[in-house]
Protein backbone atom coordinates (compact mmCIF):
# COMPACT_ATOMS: atom_id res chain seq x y z
CA UNK A 1 0.00 0.00 0.00
CA UNK A 2 1.51 3.12 -0.76
CA UNK A 3 -0.05 6.63 0.74
CA UNK A 4 -2.16 9.10 -0.44
CA UNK A 5 0.21 12.29 -1.00
CA UNK A 6 -1.79 15.16 0.55
CA UNK A 7 -0.61 17.99 -1.66
CA UNK A 8 -0.65 20.97 0.21
CA UNK A 9 0.89 23.16 -2.99
CA UNK A 10 -2.33 22.35 -5.43
CA UNK A 11 -4.86 22.65 -2.18
CA UNK A 12 -2.86 26.12 -1.30
CA UNK A 13 -3.24 27.54 -4.52
CA UNK A 14 -6.96 26.57 -5.05
CA UNK A 15 -7.59 28.09 -1.53
CA UNK A 16 -5.82 31.70 -2.71
CA UNK A 17 -7.79 31.19 -6.10
CA UNK A 18 -11.13 31.03 -4.10
CA UNK A 19 -9.80 33.93 -1.61
CA UNK A 20 -8.87 36.12 -4.67
CA UNK A 21 -12.52 35.67 -5.78
CA UNK A 22 -13.94 36.54 -2.75
CA UNK A 23 -11.56 39.88 -2.52
CA UNK A 24 -12.70 40.48 -6.06
CA UNK A 25 -16.05 40.98 -5.08
CA UNK A 26 -15.24 43.03 -2.19
CA UNK A 27 -13.15 45.10 -4.21
CA UNK A 28 -16.31 45.81 -6.24
CA UNK A 29 -18.37 47.05 -3.17
CA UNK A 30 -15.26 49.59 -2.60
CA UNK A 31 -13.52 47.45 0.24
CA UNK A 32 -10.18 45.88 -0.31
CA UNK A 33 -8.68 44.11 2.51
CA UNK A 34 -5.25 45.02 4.10
CA UNK A 35 -2.33 43.29 5.46
CA UNK A 36 0.51 44.68 7.36
CA UNK A 37 3.42 42.67 7.71
CA UNK A 38 6.42 44.23 10.38
CA UNK A 39 10.17 42.95 9.93
CA UNK A 40 12.57 43.69 12.49
CA UNK A 41 15.99 43.26 11.56
CA UNK A 42 17.83 40.99 8.74
CA UNK A 43 17.36 37.69 9.38
CA UNK A 44 17.24 36.17 5.81
CA UNK A 45 14.74 33.24 6.03
CA UNK A 46 12.52 36.12 7.59
CA UNK A 47 13.20 37.90 4.91
CA UNK A 48 12.28 35.53 2.33
CA UNK A 49 9.00 34.79 4.25
CA UNK A 50 7.92 38.36 4.50
CA UNK A 51 8.82 39.22 0.69
CA UNK A 52 6.19 35.92 -0.12
CA UNK A 53 3.64 36.80 2.01
CA UNK A 54 3.59 40.10 0.16
CA UNK A 55 3.69 38.51 -3.30
CA UNK A 56 0.50 35.95 -2.60
CA UNK A 57 -1.32 39.39 -0.14
CA UNK A 58 -0.85 41.24 -4.33
CA UNK A 59 -2.10 38.12 -5.98
CA UNK A 60 -4.91 37.84 -4.63
CA UNK A 61 -5.64 41.31 -4.72
CA UNK A 62 -5.07 42.55 -1.19
CA UNK A 63 -3.18 45.51 -0.23
CA UNK A 64 0.27 44.64 1.18
CA UNK A 65 2.12 46.75 3.56
CA UNK A 66 5.61 46.09 4.58
CA UNK A 67 7.42 47.83 7.48
CA UNK A 68 10.67 47.12 7.70
CA UNK A 69 12.96 48.41 11.14
CA UNK A 70 16.10 48.25 11.87
CA UNK A 71 16.96 45.26 14.25
CA UNK A 72 18.32 47.91 17.35
CA UNK A 73 14.98 49.27 16.68
CA UNK A 74 13.46 50.37 20.33
CA UNK A 75 10.60 48.41 21.50
CA UNK A 76 8.51 51.44 22.12
CA UNK A 77 9.28 52.59 18.67
CA UNK A 78 7.81 49.15 17.49
CA UNK A 79 4.77 49.42 19.98
CA UNK A 80 4.43 52.73 18.25
CA UNK A 81 3.91 51.27 14.68
CA UNK A 82 1.46 48.60 15.95
CA UNK A 83 -1.12 51.34 17.60
CA UNK A 84 -0.83 52.82 14.24
CA UNK A 85 -1.89 50.28 12.45
CA UNK A 86 -4.64 49.45 14.65
CA UNK A 87 -6.02 52.24 14.01
CA UNK A 88 -5.50 52.36 10.34
CA UNK A 89 -8.66 51.18 9.16
CA UNK A 90 -7.29 50.13 5.75
CA UNK A 91 -5.40 47.43 7.28
CA UNK A 92 -6.95 44.31 8.50
CA UNK A 93 -4.60 42.22 9.24
CA UNK A 94 -1.21 43.12 11.19
CA UNK A 95 1.80 40.01 11.33
CA UNK A 96 4.72 40.92 13.24
CA UNK A 97 7.30 38.03 11.79
CA UNK A 98 8.98 35.87 14.34
CA UNK A 99 11.54 35.97 16.06
CA UNK A 100 12.27 39.62 17.55
CA UNK A 101 16.06 40.44 18.36
CA UNK A 102 16.42 39.29 22.02
CA UNK A 103 15.67 42.72 23.51
CA UNK A 104 12.24 42.76 22.83
CA UNK A 105 9.40 41.77 24.62
CA UNK A 106 7.68 39.05 21.97
CA UNK A 107 5.01 38.62 24.15
CA UNK A 108 4.49 42.60 25.13
CA UNK A 109 4.05 43.00 21.16
CA UNK A 110 1.96 40.56 20.26
CA UNK A 111 -0.58 41.26 22.68
CA UNK A 112 0.01 45.17 21.53
CA UNK A 113 -1.71 44.32 18.39
CA UNK A 114 -5.72 44.48 17.86
CA UNK A 115 -6.85 41.07 18.63
CA UNK A 116 -9.28 41.93 15.75
CA UNK A 117 -6.27 42.26 13.55
CA UNK A 118 -4.10 39.29 15.33
CA UNK A 119 -3.95 37.13 11.77
CA UNK A 120 -1.47 34.96 13.48
CA UNK A 121 -4.12 34.51 16.13
CA UNK A 122 -0.78 34.64 18.78
CA UNK A 123 -2.85 37.70 20.80
CA UNK A 124 -3.41 36.01 24.05
CA UNK A 125 -7.28 36.62 24.11
CA UNK A 126 -7.35 34.64 20.63
CA UNK A 127 -5.88 31.77 22.27
CA UNK A 128 -8.12 32.36 25.61
CA UNK A 129 -11.30 32.27 22.64
CA UNK A 130 -9.93 29.44 20.58
CA UNK A 131 -9.79 27.53 23.95
CA UNK A 132 -13.41 28.00 24.79
CA UNK A 133 -14.86 27.61 21.16
CA UNK A 134 -15.52 31.49 20.97
CA UNK A 135 -14.74 33.41 17.79
CA UNK A 136 -10.78 33.74 17.52
CA UNK A 137 -8.30 34.46 14.87
CA UNK A 138 -6.58 30.90 14.86
CA UNK A 139 -2.97 30.29 13.73
CA UNK A 140 -2.38 29.92 10.13
CA UNK A 141 -0.27 26.50 10.50
CA UNK A 142 -2.72 24.38 12.52
CA UNK A 143 -5.70 26.58 10.73
CA UNK A 144 -4.07 24.51 6.95
CA UNK A 145 -3.68 21.30 8.49
CA UNK A 146 -7.22 21.37 9.65
CA UNK A 147 -8.51 22.44 6.62
CA UNK A 148 -6.32 19.81 4.61
CA UNK A 149 -7.71 16.88 7.37
CA UNK A 150 -11.37 18.02 6.55
CA UNK A 151 -10.61 18.14 3.09
CA UNK A 152 -10.05 14.48 2.94
CA UNK A 153 -12.05 13.04 5.70
CA UNK A 154 -14.82 15.13 5.90
CA UNK A 155 -16.17 14.42 9.73
CA UNK A 156 -13.21 13.74 11.95
CA UNK A 157 -15.89 13.09 14.20
CA UNK A 158 -14.07 10.10 17.45
CA UNK A 159 -10.94 9.83 15.28
CA UNK A 160 -8.28 9.41 17.84
CA UNK A 161 -5.40 12.46 17.07
CA UNK A 162 -2.20 12.59 18.39
CA UNK A 163 -0.19 15.54 18.35
CA UNK A 164 3.74 15.91 18.62
CA UNK A 165 4.73 18.73 19.71
CA UNK A 166 3.25 21.46 22.38
CA UNK A 167 4.31 24.76 20.94
CA UNK A 168 2.16 28.05 21.79
CA UNK A 169 1.91 28.12 17.64
CA UNK A 170 1.54 25.13 16.44
CA UNK A 171 1.14 22.04 19.25
CA UNK A 172 -0.93 23.32 21.08
CA UNK A 173 -3.89 25.20 18.41
CA UNK A 174 -3.74 21.92 16.74
CA UNK A 175 -5.02 20.24 19.36
CA UNK A 176 -7.87 22.52 20.41
CA UNK A 177 -9.10 22.54 16.89
CA UNK A 178 -8.84 18.36 16.55
CA UNK A 179 -10.69 18.73 20.18
CA UNK A 180 -13.71 21.48 18.41
CA UNK A 181 -13.88 18.98 15.41
CA UNK A 182 -14.63 15.80 18.58
CA UNK A 183 -11.34 13.82 17.85
CA UNK A 184 -10.13 12.22 20.85
CA UNK A 185 -6.86 14.40 20.86
CA UNK A 186 -3.42 13.07 22.67
CA UNK A 187 -0.84 15.76 23.13
CA UNK A 188 2.50 14.19 23.05
CA UNK A 189 6.36 15.77 23.60
CA UNK A 190 9.28 15.39 24.59
CA UNK A 191 8.88 13.81 27.93
CA UNK A 192 6.23 10.90 26.86
CA UNK A 193 7.59 7.82 27.97
CA UNK A 194 6.36 5.70 25.33
CA UNK A 195 6.19 7.83 21.87
CA UNK A 196 6.24 5.06 19.63
CA UNK A 197 2.84 3.27 21.33
CA UNK A 198 1.41 6.57 21.28
CA UNK A 199 1.47 7.73 17.90
CA UNK A 200 0.77 3.75 16.98
CA UNK A 201 -2.80 4.01 18.08
CA UNK A 202 -3.24 7.48 16.06
CA UNK A 203 -5.74 7.79 13.32
CA UNK A 204 -4.33 11.04 12.74
CA UNK A 205 -0.95 11.91 13.32
CA UNK A 206 0.61 15.52 13.24
CA UNK A 207 4.47 16.39 13.68
CA UNK A 208 4.94 19.52 15.25
CA UNK A 209 8.49 19.00 16.92
CA UNK A 210 11.13 20.43 14.36
CA UNK A 211 13.22 16.99 14.30
CA UNK A 212 14.37 15.90 11.44
CA UNK A 213 12.66 12.29 10.78
CA UNK A 214 11.63 11.78 14.15
CA UNK A 215 8.95 9.89 13.68
CA UNK A 216 9.38 6.66 12.49
CA UNK A 217 7.55 5.12 9.51
CA UNK A 218 7.06 1.57 11.30
CA UNK A 219 5.26 3.97 14.27
CA UNK A 220 2.32 4.94 12.24
CA UNK A 221 -0.70 2.83 12.28
CA UNK A 222 -1.58 1.17 9.22
CA UNK A 223 -4.15 3.65 7.40
CA UNK A 224 -3.47 6.14 9.24
CA UNK A 225 -2.89 10.10 8.38
CA UNK A 226 0.16 11.72 8.47
CA UNK A 227 0.50 15.41 8.53
CA UNK A 228 3.94 16.74 8.55
CA UNK A 229 4.23 20.20 9.83
CA UNK A 230 8.04 19.99 9.97
CA UNK A 231 10.23 21.92 7.76
CA UNK A 232 14.08 21.08 8.41
CA UNK A 233 17.26 21.66 6.44
CA UNK A 234 18.97 18.69 6.16
CA UNK A 235 22.66 18.01 4.78
CA UNK A 236 22.45 16.79 1.65
CA UNK A 237 26.22 15.99 0.43
CA UNK A 238 27.99 17.40 -1.88
CA UNK A 239 27.41 20.87 0.13
CA UNK A 240 23.60 20.67 -0.67
CA UNK A 241 21.21 21.04 1.88
CA UNK A 242 17.43 19.52 1.06
CA UNK A 243 14.39 19.86 3.34
CA UNK A 244 12.77 17.30 5.19
CA UNK A 245 9.92 16.87 7.58
CA UNK A 246 9.74 15.43 11.47
CA UNK A 247 8.35 12.14 9.48
CA UNK A 248 11.20 9.85 8.24
CA UNK A 249 8.11 10.11 4.95
CA UNK A 250 9.94 7.30 2.70
CA UNK A 251 8.82 4.81 5.64
CA UNK A 252 5.70 6.26 6.23
CA UNK A 253 4.44 6.50 2.92
CA UNK A 254 4.38 2.73 3.08
CA UNK A 255 2.29 2.73 6.07
CA UNK A 256 -0.03 5.58 6.13
CA UNK A 257 -3.39 5.80 4.38
CA UNK A 258 -2.19 9.29 3.85
CA UNK A 259 0.30 11.95 4.27
CA UNK A 260 1.33 15.13 3.40
CA UNK A 261 4.72 15.88 1.95
CA UNK A 262 7.92 18.31 2.79
CA UNK A 263 8.07 20.44 1.12
CA UNK A 264 4.93 21.12 -0.51
CA UNK A 265 2.89 19.43 2.28
CA UNK A 266 1.24 22.27 5.30
CA UNK A 267 3.95 24.65 4.40
CA UNK A 268 2.19 26.65 1.37
CA UNK A 269 -0.84 26.65 3.59
CA UNK A 270 0.61 28.34 6.00
CA UNK A 271 0.14 31.49 4.34
CA UNK A 272 -2.59 30.75 2.61
CA UNK A 273 -3.85 30.35 6.35
CA UNK A 274 -3.06 34.12 6.57
CA UNK A 275 -4.82 35.38 3.82
CA UNK A 276 -7.83 33.50 4.50
CA UNK A 277 -7.99 35.29 8.06
CA UNK A 278 -6.97 38.71 6.92
CA UNK A 279 -10.21 37.98 4.60
CA UNK A 280 -11.82 36.94 7.32
CA UNK A 281 -10.65 39.97 9.99
CA UNK A 282 -11.70 42.47 6.93
CA UNK A 283 -15.21 40.84 6.45
CA UNK A 284 -15.50 41.11 10.36
CA UNK A 285 -14.24 44.74 10.24
CA UNK A 286 -16.95 45.48 8.13
CA UNK A 287 -19.55 43.56 9.42
CA UNK A 288 -20.17 40.92 6.61
CA UNK A 289 -20.88 37.78 6.40
CA UNK A 290 -17.82 35.71 7.41
CA UNK A 291 -16.85 33.76 3.65
CA UNK A 292 -17.35 30.21 4.64
CA UNK A 293 -14.45 27.22 5.23
CA UNK A 294 -11.76 29.48 6.39
CA UNK A 295 -12.52 29.26 10.08
CA UNK A 296 -13.08 26.47 12.75
CA UNK B 1 -5.59 -4.68 46.40
CA UNK B 2 -7.28 -1.56 47.20
CA UNK B 3 -6.43 2.07 46.50
CA UNK B 4 -4.96 5.00 48.55
CA UNK B 5 -8.01 7.15 49.41
CA UNK B 6 -7.11 10.40 48.51
CA UNK B 7 -8.49 12.70 51.49
CA UNK B 8 -9.44 16.02 49.71
CA UNK B 9 -11.62 16.98 52.80
CA UNK B 10 -8.43 16.84 55.11
CA UNK B 11 -6.26 18.22 51.81
CA UNK B 12 -8.32 21.15 51.91
CA UNK B 13 -8.77 21.66 55.75
CA UNK B 14 -4.60 21.64 55.71
CA UNK B 15 -4.71 24.01 52.86
CA UNK B 16 -7.26 26.39 54.72
CA UNK B 17 -5.40 26.45 57.75
CA UNK B 18 -1.78 27.29 55.85
CA UNK B 19 -3.89 29.98 54.07
CA UNK B 20 -5.43 31.26 57.63
CA UNK B 21 -1.54 31.58 58.24
CA UNK B 22 -0.65 33.52 55.32
CA UNK B 23 -3.50 35.63 56.06
CA UNK B 24 -2.55 36.78 59.06
CA UNK B 25 0.89 37.84 58.27
CA UNK B 26 -0.69 39.78 55.58
CA UNK B 27 -2.87 41.05 57.70
CA UNK B 28 -0.09 41.82 60.57
CA UNK B 29 1.34 44.69 57.85
CA UNK B 30 -1.78 46.34 57.36
CA UNK B 31 -3.30 44.08 54.32
CA UNK B 32 -6.78 41.93 54.49
CA UNK B 33 -7.53 39.91 51.45
CA UNK B 34 -11.07 40.06 50.18
CA UNK B 35 -13.38 38.19 48.02
CA UNK B 36 -16.39 39.56 46.38
CA UNK B 37 -18.97 36.50 45.69
CA UNK B 38 -22.47 37.80 43.81
CA UNK B 39 -25.16 35.79 43.24
CA UNK B 40 -27.91 35.97 41.22
CA UNK B 41 -31.25 35.24 41.84
CA UNK B 42 -32.55 32.12 44.50
CA UNK B 43 -30.99 29.06 43.23
CA UNK B 44 -31.03 26.97 46.48
CA UNK B 45 -28.02 25.04 45.58
CA UNK B 46 -26.13 28.32 44.04
CA UNK B 47 -27.31 29.73 47.67
CA UNK B 48 -25.57 27.23 49.23
CA UNK B 49 -22.58 27.77 47.52
CA UNK B 50 -22.03 30.74 48.23
CA UNK B 51 -23.08 30.45 52.48
CA UNK B 52 -20.23 28.18 52.44
CA UNK B 53 -17.70 30.07 50.83
CA UNK B 54 -18.49 32.98 52.59
CA UNK B 55 -17.99 31.17 55.90
CA UNK B 56 -14.82 29.53 54.51
CA UNK B 57 -13.52 33.06 53.68
CA UNK B 58 -13.95 35.01 57.02
CA UNK B 59 -12.57 31.57 58.65
CA UNK B 60 -9.26 32.15 56.95
CA UNK B 61 -9.02 35.67 58.14
CA UNK B 62 -10.12 37.44 54.77
CA UNK B 63 -12.47 39.73 54.12
CA UNK B 64 -15.94 38.53 52.88
CA UNK B 65 -18.47 40.46 50.92
CA UNK B 66 -21.82 39.24 49.28
CA UNK B 67 -24.10 40.99 46.58
CA UNK B 68 -27.04 38.86 46.23
CA UNK B 69 -29.18 40.50 43.56
CA UNK B 70 -32.67 39.93 41.96
CA UNK B 71 -33.29 36.80 39.17
CA UNK B 72 -34.45 39.94 36.95
CA UNK B 73 -31.29 41.89 37.58
CA UNK B 74 -31.04 43.74 34.32
CA UNK B 75 -27.05 42.87 32.83
CA UNK B 76 -26.45 46.70 32.68
CA UNK B 77 -26.82 46.58 36.45
CA UNK B 78 -24.80 43.39 37.34
CA UNK B 79 -21.89 45.21 35.07
CA UNK B 80 -22.18 48.21 37.01
CA UNK B 81 -21.30 46.04 40.12
CA UNK B 82 -18.53 44.48 38.91
CA UNK B 83 -17.27 47.47 37.53
CA UNK B 84 -17.49 48.85 41.17
CA UNK B 85 -15.96 45.83 42.48
CA UNK B 86 -13.21 46.02 40.14
CA UNK B 87 -12.59 49.63 40.88
CA UNK B 88 -12.52 48.55 44.72
CA UNK B 89 -9.64 47.98 46.49
CA UNK B 90 -9.82 46.09 49.16
CA UNK B 91 -11.62 44.03 46.72
CA UNK B 92 -8.85 41.21 45.28
CA UNK B 93 -11.13 38.80 44.21
CA UNK B 94 -14.90 38.50 42.43
CA UNK B 95 -16.63 35.85 41.68
CA UNK B 96 -20.18 35.16 39.66
CA UNK B 97 -21.78 32.39 41.28
CA UNK B 98 -22.84 30.46 37.92
CA UNK B 99 -25.45 29.23 36.32
CA UNK B 100 -26.53 32.73 35.76
CA UNK B 101 -30.36 33.45 34.57
CA UNK B 102 -31.07 32.85 30.72
CA UNK B 103 -31.50 36.91 30.14
CA UNK B 104 -27.74 37.63 31.38
CA UNK B 105 -24.52 36.82 28.63
CA UNK B 106 -22.55 35.27 30.86
CA UNK B 107 -19.25 35.42 28.71
CA UNK B 108 -20.05 39.23 29.10
CA UNK B 109 -20.14 38.68 32.74
CA UNK B 110 -17.10 36.99 32.88
CA UNK B 111 -14.90 38.81 31.09
CA UNK B 112 -16.24 42.38 32.54
CA UNK B 113 -14.33 41.34 35.99
CA UNK B 114 -11.04 42.30 35.85
CA UNK B 115 -8.40 39.68 35.02
CA UNK B 116 -6.61 40.39 37.93
CA UNK B 117 -9.40 39.81 40.27
CA UNK B 118 -10.67 36.88 38.24
CA UNK B 119 -10.48 34.29 40.93
CA UNK B 120 -12.49 31.33 38.91
CA UNK B 121 -9.84 32.03 36.10
CA UNK B 122 -12.73 32.01 33.40
CA UNK B 123 -12.23 34.88 32.43
CA UNK B 124 -10.75 34.38 28.30
CA UNK B 125 -7.65 36.48 28.95
CA UNK B 126 -6.25 33.83 31.90
CA UNK B 127 -7.64 31.28 29.67
CA UNK B 128 -5.16 32.40 27.44
CA UNK B 129 -2.15 32.98 29.75
CA UNK B 130 -2.98 29.21 31.05
CA UNK B 131 -3.03 27.91 27.79
CA UNK B 132 0.19 29.83 26.42
CA UNK B 133 2.28 29.08 29.97
CA UNK B 134 1.90 32.22 31.13
CA UNK B 135 1.15 33.66 34.89
CA UNK B 136 -2.52 33.26 35.33
CA UNK B 137 -5.38 32.93 37.61
CA UNK B 138 -6.46 29.44 37.12
CA UNK B 139 -10.08 27.34 37.64
CA UNK B 140 -10.27 26.37 41.40
CA UNK B 141 -11.72 22.77 40.52
CA UNK B 142 -8.55 21.93 38.01
CA UNK B 143 -6.37 23.36 40.50
CA UNK B 144 -7.07 21.68 43.26
CA UNK B 145 -6.84 18.52 41.34
CA UNK B 146 -3.51 18.91 40.63
CA UNK B 147 -2.45 19.96 44.00
CA UNK B 148 -3.74 16.60 44.81
CA UNK B 149 -1.64 15.01 42.00
CA UNK B 150 1.24 16.79 43.36
CA UNK B 151 0.81 15.98 46.52
CA UNK B 152 0.12 12.31 45.36
CA UNK B 153 2.84 12.00 43.16
CA UNK B 154 5.43 14.15 43.43
CA UNK B 155 6.50 14.41 40.15
CA UNK B 156 3.62 13.83 37.27
CA UNK B 157 6.30 13.78 34.40
CA UNK B 158 5.94 11.42 31.87
CA UNK B 159 2.40 10.08 33.03
CA UNK B 160 -0.06 9.22 30.54
CA UNK B 161 -3.35 11.30 31.59
CA UNK B 162 -6.24 10.65 30.28
CA UNK B 163 -9.11 13.56 31.19
CA UNK B 164 -12.64 12.87 30.33
CA UNK B 165 -14.91 15.38 29.41
CA UNK B 166 -14.00 18.75 27.82
CA UNK B 167 -15.83 21.50 29.69
CA UNK B 168 -14.49 25.13 29.85
CA UNK B 169 -14.45 25.15 33.29
CA UNK B 170 -13.12 21.70 33.87
CA UNK B 171 -11.77 19.68 31.14
CA UNK B 172 -10.25 21.78 29.14
CA UNK B 173 -7.87 23.43 31.74
CA UNK B 174 -7.07 20.49 33.34
CA UNK B 175 -5.81 18.99 30.20
CA UNK B 176 -3.62 22.69 30.52
CA UNK B 177 -2.46 22.04 34.05
CA UNK B 178 -1.46 18.35 33.06
CA UNK B 179 0.30 19.01 29.97
CA UNK B 180 2.33 21.71 31.92
CA UNK B 181 3.17 19.05 34.36
CA UNK B 182 4.91 17.21 31.43
CA UNK B 183 1.96 14.73 31.35
CA UNK B 184 1.23 13.29 27.60
CA UNK B 185 -2.31 13.92 28.19
CA UNK B 186 -5.49 12.80 26.13
CA UNK B 187 -8.59 14.53 26.15
CA UNK B 188 -11.56 12.35 25.74
CA UNK B 189 -15.52 12.88 25.73
CA UNK B 190 -18.41 12.06 24.34
CA UNK B 191 -17.77 11.22 20.90
CA UNK B 192 -14.91 9.07 22.16
CA UNK B 193 -15.25 5.81 19.97
CA UNK B 194 -13.21 3.66 23.01
CA UNK B 195 -13.79 5.10 25.96
CA UNK B 196 -13.03 2.12 28.08
CA UNK B 197 -9.60 1.70 25.93
CA UNK B 198 -8.79 5.32 25.99
CA UNK B 199 -9.20 5.07 30.12
CA UNK B 200 -7.45 1.83 30.27
CA UNK B 201 -3.99 3.14 29.34
CA UNK B 202 -4.13 5.88 31.75
CA UNK B 203 -1.61 6.60 34.92
CA UNK B 204 -3.81 9.39 36.30
CA UNK B 205 -7.94 9.48 34.98
CA UNK B 206 -9.93 12.46 35.74
CA UNK B 207 -13.26 11.84 35.03
CA UNK B 208 -15.44 14.91 34.99
CA UNK B 209 -18.35 14.50 32.93
CA UNK B 210 -21.57 14.72 35.35
CA UNK B 211 -22.86 11.48 34.32
CA UNK B 212 -23.31 8.98 37.62
CA UNK B 213 -20.59 6.29 37.52
CA UNK B 214 -19.88 6.27 34.17
CA UNK B 215 -16.46 5.24 34.21
CA UNK B 216 -16.58 1.65 35.06
CA UNK B 217 -13.92 -0.03 37.47
CA UNK B 218 -12.79 -2.33 35.20
CA UNK B 219 -11.78 0.28 32.78
CA UNK B 220 -9.02 1.70 35.08
CA UNK B 221 -5.38 0.48 34.95
CA UNK B 222 -4.56 -1.41 37.68
CA UNK B 223 -2.55 0.91 40.44
CA UNK B 224 -3.41 4.20 38.40
CA UNK B 225 -4.71 7.28 40.09
CA UNK B 226 -8.35 8.04 39.59
CA UNK B 227 -9.67 12.10 40.24
CA UNK B 228 -13.59 12.04 40.89
CA UNK B 229 -14.51 15.87 39.92
CA UNK B 230 -18.84 14.75 39.36
CA UNK B 231 -21.00 15.18 41.92
CA UNK B 232 -24.26 13.64 41.32
CA UNK B 233 -26.88 13.30 43.54
CA UNK B 234 -29.12 10.35 42.76
CA UNK B 235 -31.91 8.34 44.49
CA UNK B 236 -30.95 6.29 47.14
CA UNK B 237 -34.34 4.69 47.85
CA UNK B 238 -36.94 5.26 50.50
CA UNK B 239 -37.10 8.68 49.43
CA UNK B 240 -33.66 10.04 49.94
CA UNK B 241 -30.64 10.84 47.78
CA UNK B 242 -27.03 10.75 47.68
CA UNK B 243 -23.96 11.29 46.42
CA UNK B 244 -22.22 9.75 44.02
CA UNK B 245 -19.16 10.77 41.37
CA UNK B 246 -18.37 10.03 38.04
CA UNK B 247 -16.42 6.42 38.84
CA UNK B 248 -18.06 3.71 39.99
CA UNK B 249 -16.37 3.65 43.19
CA UNK B 250 -16.66 0.57 44.76
CA UNK B 251 -15.08 -0.66 41.71
CA UNK B 252 -12.57 1.10 40.59
CA UNK B 253 -11.37 1.22 44.45
CA UNK B 254 -10.24 -2.45 44.41
CA UNK B 255 -8.54 -2.01 40.83
CA UNK B 256 -6.67 1.53 41.52
CA UNK B 257 -3.32 2.79 43.15
CA UNK B 258 -5.37 5.70 44.21
CA UNK B 259 -8.84 7.00 44.48
CA UNK B 260 -10.84 10.19 45.23
CA UNK B 261 -13.95 10.17 47.26
CA UNK B 262 -17.41 11.27 46.58
CA UNK B 263 -18.51 13.42 48.87
CA UNK B 264 -14.80 14.49 50.52
CA UNK B 265 -12.53 14.15 47.76
CA UNK B 266 -12.28 17.36 45.04
CA UNK B 267 -15.02 18.53 46.32
CA UNK B 268 -13.69 20.65 49.23
CA UNK B 269 -10.77 21.26 47.16
CA UNK B 270 -12.65 24.05 44.99
CA UNK B 271 -13.41 26.60 47.71
CA UNK B 272 -10.01 25.99 49.17
CA UNK B 273 -8.74 26.80 45.86
CA UNK B 274 -10.90 29.81 45.62
CA UNK B 275 -9.17 31.59 48.99
CA UNK B 276 -5.70 30.33 47.40
CA UNK B 277 -6.61 32.07 44.29
CA UNK B 278 -7.63 34.60 46.39
CA UNK B 279 -4.62 35.17 48.59
CA UNK B 280 -2.51 35.06 45.18
CA UNK B 281 -4.45 37.49 43.82
CA UNK B 282 -4.00 39.97 46.70
CA UNK B 283 -0.41 39.33 46.66
CA UNK B 284 0.07 40.16 43.29
CA UNK B 285 -1.99 43.51 43.88
CA UNK B 286 0.28 44.38 46.35
CA UNK B 287 3.54 43.30 44.73
CA UNK B 288 4.11 41.28 46.90
CA UNK B 289 5.99 37.49 46.32
CA UNK B 290 3.20 34.72 45.92
CA UNK B 291 2.32 32.22 48.45
CA UNK B 292 4.43 29.05 47.14
CA UNK B 293 2.78 25.98 46.21
CA UNK B 294 -0.83 27.65 45.37
CA UNK B 295 -0.69 28.32 41.58
CA UNK B 296 1.06 25.99 38.73
Known amino acids: MTATILDGKAFAARLRQRIAGDVERLRADGITPGLAVVLVGEDPASAVYVRNKGRQTREVGMKSVEHRLDAGVAQDALLTLIGELNADASIHGILVQLPLP ?138 KTRLVGDVDFDGAVRVAGAITPVPGGVGPMTIACLLANTLTACCRAHGLPEPEGLTP
Open 102 to 239: GHIDSAAVLDAIDPAKDVDGFHVLNVGRLATGQKAMVPCTPLGCLMMLRDHHGSLSGMEAVVVGRSNIVGKPMAQLLLGDDCTVTVAHSRTRDLTGVVRRADIVVAAVGRPGMVQGDWIKPGATVIDVGINRVDAGEG
